[in-house]
């Protein structure tokens, strides 16, 4: 590590560090660019003396950049005993502290507007966290790889000098194959269908009707555009590497983003085939992970809970397998009774679940064919639902609750009195495999070998 990190244990100011000197003018830009417009606005409609705006504006400057200098100047982190400290504030000091115990996942994105001035954002998600917590905006590139290294590697309780650990890459998504998973998506499908038949009205209907239609044609453009983006500019040039601090997600057109999800901090998995995904035997997988779902944006959400965009199904089991440490395919599943076809007329046949002793599995879907699969040690409850028609069909549901997310393991439509024995047998093994469990030290057990004189960790 380099010898301007913080001293850890400390707590003292004078072992803190300042983010990135940039930090003002990027925070600041946007409210800049804002005065910009109203100005001039206000330029066009009351006629002034060009002087007039010029100081005005000038005036703002100076004040604005007065005030983002005194923030980024009062702005400092640093290790405190076994927290991470963040003090910010001028006259109404806040002080806040992300305990390494809670530490679930650090990120590095770089948006495009900071990929040209060398500058990132660390992001950092915390267990029973809301959004992000305390992101520290902005680091150089290289205080931001050396902070999360060290981060992660307190959270795993090894040596906090440790450099970044090594890594091998097991999984890249090729362009041709992000951009036929596109057009195969539901999203993309939908909308080219409801453009077309908006195109085949337009050739139909009486001029004078024509700009209705044009207009309707809005919404299907925004729904084809968003399912190109999210798949295509959110996932290009996805990578996915595996090393001892955890599974690292590199991706991004625009705005890249560097994940790094520890493998013990995962809760739960689902392998995703959409319909005509399977014509070409392609899968996704999507992880659940404790602080990443409390975030309330949807894309953040989308973009932090996908371990695979999309790969061939083989391929998508074999990684849900090293994340596990265990195997899906092995774990023997009891089919549905045949009076759940009354609920779930198309979906019976796929519903089945079953459990060993590391592992619950869940699969259901059958247009989209999901399978759900959720550690035991991972489990955070477990419970028996039963609507009126259940009642009426002698059915029954278990859930299985892990961190909110995209896994979401529900064994439906089981006879009750297997239903609730379930729920006693999985509340046993979730108890006995917590006790087992040692992966919150996961990093510990392979701890990268650094070579002798390598003192900035820079070596392969």
Known sequence: MSTQSPVPGTGTPEHFRRLHPLTP?????????????????NALREPAPIGYYLAGGA???VLASLAGAVSWWFTRYGFDGDALRIDSGVLMRRSRRVRMDRLQAVDVNRPLVGRLLGVAELRMEVA?????EAPLKYLSVDDAVRLRAELLARAAGIDAQTPEAPERRIHETPLQMLVWSTILSAGF???MLFVLALVVALVLVPSQ??????????????????ALWTQLGQNFGFTLAHSPDGYRIRKGLLDTVHQTVPPGRVQGVLIRQPLLWRIKGWAEVHVDVAGYAGNNSSDSTTTTSTLLPVAPHDEAMAIARQVLE???ADVELRPTPRRARWLRPIQQPRLAYGADDRIVVVRDGRLTRRLTVVPHAKTQSVRVTQGPLQRRLRLASAHVDT????????????????????VEEQTERARLARKQDVREQWMAQHAPRVPLGDTDGDAP
């Not at 003018?25 to 606005?41: D, E, M, P, T």
């Not at 009707?209 to 555009?225: D, H, I, V």
């Open 25 to 41: 003018l990027l925070r600041g830009w946007g409210y800049f660019a804002a005065v910009v417009v109203i100005i001039g606005q």
């Open 403 to 422: 961190t909110p997310g995209p896994v979401n393991a529900i064994i439906r439509h089981r006879p009750p009195d297997e239903a609730f024995r379930f």
């Open 326 to 328: 265990a195997d899906p």
């Open 189 to 191: 499908v939908s909308g």
């Open 128 to 132: 029973g966290g809301g959004k992000s």
């Open 59 to 61: 005036a703002f400057v």
């Open 209 to 226: 009707a024509r700009f209705g239609l044009m207009s309707a044609m809005l919404p299907g453009l925004l729904a084809t555009g968003y």
